[in-house]
């Protein structure tokens, strides 16, 4: 019988997630989170089920497989302190995020640009070779840019 982290390496093999997402900023694309649940779509071939829902202040992402279950927390920002529509982008970066981590999609560090622009760096310009996070001895550091 095939384990949870089997499947999820195959259905990783036999799926393809599309970038529709554009940062004008860094010239870039990503995922946004409608690309990420339609490539999901096709786990359920596999086995491999998830869920996305709210408990104790935290945003969960499960996902499941036969009777393993794997299991993601993030705690979310209060509301009093934050406007309601930041903290719906917030939400959606934080599902997005936990989706691509627990399923093994790849997606570029476009945060880590970000903090890096707002302390004095440049961001990644085209052509140019940033590790995103990558350690540039990795074999597949490439594909992370």
Same mark, same amino acid.
């Given at each position: 019988?095939? #384990?949870?982290?089997?499947?999820?390496?195959?259905?990783?093999?036999?799926?393809? @997630? &599309?970038? $529709? *997402?554009?940062?004008?900023?860094?010239?870039?694309?990503?995922? !946004?989170?409608?690309?990420?649940?339609?490539?999901?779509? *096709?786990?359920?071939?596999? /086995? @491999?089920?998830?869920?996305?829902?709210?408990? %104790?202040?935290?945003?969960?992402? !499960?996902?499941?497989?036969?009777?393993?279950?794997?299991? =993601?927390?993030?705690?979310?920002?209060?509301?009093? !302190?934050?406007?309601?529509?930041? @903290?719906?982008?917030?939400? #959606?970066?934080?599902? &997005?995020?936990?989706?691509?981590?627990?399923? /093994?999609?790849?997606?570029? %560090?476009? $945060? +880590?640009?970000? #903090?890096?622009?707002? /302390? +004095?760096?440049?961001?990644?310009?085209? +052509?140019?070779?940033? =590790? +995103? *996070? @990558?350690?540039? =001895? =990795?074999?597949?550091?490439?594909?992370?840019?």
């Amino acid at each position: 019988m095939a #384990t949870l982290k089997q499947q999820l390496a195959a259905f990783r093999t036999a799926t393809s @997630v &599309r970038k $529709d *997402g554009h940062n004008p900023f860094f010239n870039s694309s990503y995922y !946004e989170l409608e690309d990420i649940l339609n490539a999901l779509k *096709g786990a359920s071939e596999f /086995g @491999v089920y998830f869920a996305q829902y709210f408990a %104790d202040g935290n945003l969960i992402t !499960e996902i499941e497989h036969e009777k393993e279950v794997m299991r =993601s927390f993030i705690k979310l920002p209060e509301l009093q !302190e934050k406007n309601h529509q930041e @903290v719906a982008k917030q939400i #959606t970066y934080f599902r &997005r995020i936990q989706l691509i981590t627990m399923f /093994g999609i790849c997606e570029p %560090d476009i $945060d +880590g640009n970000e #903090t890096a622009v707002e /302390g +004095g760096l440049s961001p990644r310009t085209s +052509g140019s070779k940033a =590790s +995103g *996070g @990558v350690p540039p =001895s =990795s074999p597949d550091a490439d594909d992370f840019l």
